[in-house]
């Protein structure tokens, strides 16, 4: 700041005095604010020292810029603070706790409305009577819901009525033409029935030998003096299936002979003690033998002649052969006292069975044992036991017989087989 001064007047200018006064002071006070003003500038001054120029400022960015970088790319590659893509695609798969909840929560909503809609559904339940019902019901259908015999025939054959039904329970008159008297027939609470059913094909136990079968009258007398008083105590029955034509086909004659000489092997028994149902209760059963006597004539002849032709002592075979019967067959899937005591031949021959052993189940083991019997008889190898088998399995053991000592005999109660 300049400051200019000017005299208007002389010195003789009478007020000189005045005027020098005013300005002196004035200019005072003016030299004091200059003196501010030029201190401040200073400080103005100063502080532009540390002012940064342009070049100086770019450096120091350009090197700010490097450290950010390298520190950025440092910390890129710490895998301690970081995750993959792949970690972060699996992490995002997986659920929150809240979310399983969630989805927890409503799975149970909508299977308990399931459930419930599905338990009121009666058309797929059974009430508690129903189920008390069904489970004192029969599994396979054999009677009526009275519980008598489920078909009854007054005419017309049983083969006929039979033949497609399977296994049922039934009752006919006299007047059906192939009236067996047989099966498990149930009348007017009557039970009947017989230990053996024999056909062409293969011969079947039903009821155990120890067992009574009701086959002969229980109140109505028995008209057979060595069977007296109930034949159903004291006899087995054995029941021949019969053809079409109302005849005893002879292969079902024969199985039943090779049954009866293994009967009668077994209890000790002669042939003359084979008798016909007629014999015991005078029915007329089995027909054909009742119209002509000579067929059980002729039937003794066999079972005398698959004995050896003598008659046969009082005792039993040898442990080993007990339930024998050469028109038995048995194969993969049978059980029972049968298929135990041929296990047990089949060891005492030498056909081990180590991991069953005669537990009476005809299995893969057993199945195994008999084709080794026949591959050694030259038969047949399929694994069933029947008639060819059983030759053969009786040429293997009498060989083995003759290399030792015969089994000490032991005696047995009398049951004579009745014929049916």
């Avoid at 070049?55 to 603070?81: C, L, M, P, S």
């Avoid at 008209?223 to 079902?252: D, Q, R, W």
């Avoid at 009668?264 to 054909?288: M, Q």
């Avoid at 009786?394 to 005999?409: G, L, P, R, S, Y």
Wanted: proline share 2%; hydrophobic share 35%; aromatic share 8%.
């Amino acid at each position: 700041m300049f400051f200019t001064f000017s005299n208007a007047k002389t010195l003789e200018d009478q007020n000189i005095v005045p005027v020098a006064e005013y300005y002196i002071d004035d200019f005072e006070s003016l030299r004091i604010e200059i003196s501010q003003t030029v201190e401040e500038l200073k400080a103005k001054f100063a502080d532009l020292e540390n002012i940064e120029t342009k070049d100086g400022a770019q450096e120091k960015a350009n090197r700010a810029e490097a450290n950010a970088k390298d520190y950025t790319a440092t910390h890129a590659k710490n895998k301690d603070v970081h995750i993959t893509a792949d970690e972060r695609k699996t992490w995002n798969s997986r659920e929150t706790t809240e979310g399983a909840q969630k989805k927890a929560n409503k799975a149970f909503s909508d299977a308990k409305s399931y459930t419930d809609d599905h338990a009121k559904n009666m058309d797929v339940h059974i009430s508690t009577d129903e189920l008390k019902k069904w489970n004192a019901a029969q599994l396979f259908k054999i009677t009526a819901d009275s519980g008598t015999q489920k078909i009854n025939l007054t005419s017309g054959t049983f083969y006929e009525a039979l033949k497609d039904v399977g296994t049922v329970s039934f009752y006919g008159t006299n007047a059906v033409t192939d009236s067996l008297s047989m099966a498990t027939c149930i009348a007017a609470e009557r039970y009947a029935s017989a230990h053996y059913f024999v056909d062409r094909k293969e011969v079947q136990l039903i009821i155990p030998e120890n067992e009574v079968a009701y086959h002969a009258h229980e109140n109505n007398g028995c008209y057979v003096s060595f069977l007296k008083p109930n034949a159903n105590k004291t006899a087995i029955g054995v029941e021949m299936c019969v053809e079409k034509n109302g005849k005893i086909h002879s292969e079902t004659v024969q199985n039943a002979a090779e049954l009866v000489a293994d009967l009668c092997k077994r209890y000790g028994l002669s042939t003359n003690k084979i008798v016909r149902h007629y014999d015991v209760t005078n029915k007329n059963c089995p027909a054909p033998w009742v119209s002509d006597s000579s067929q059980l004539t002729a039937f003794r002849k066999k079972v005398d002649s698959l004995l050896g032709n003598k008659t046969v002592s009082n005792t039993t075979a040898p442990t080993s052969q007990s339930s024998k019967s050469t028109g038995t067959i048995l194969k993969k899937g049978s059980s029972g006292s049968k298929v135990k005591a041929l296990q047990k031949r089949l060891i005492s021959a030498g056909f081990s069975l180590p991991k069953y052993g005669a537990d009476g189940s005809y299995g893969n083991e057993t199945v195994q044992a008999i084709k080794a019997l026949q591959k050694k008889s030259g038969i047949t190898a399929d694994g069933i036991y029947g008639p060819a088998t059983e030759k053969a399995f009786a040429v293997i053991e009498a060989k083995k017989k003759n290399h030792h000592q015969a089994a000490k005999n032991h005696s047995t109660r009398c049951r004579p087989a009745s014929i049916r």
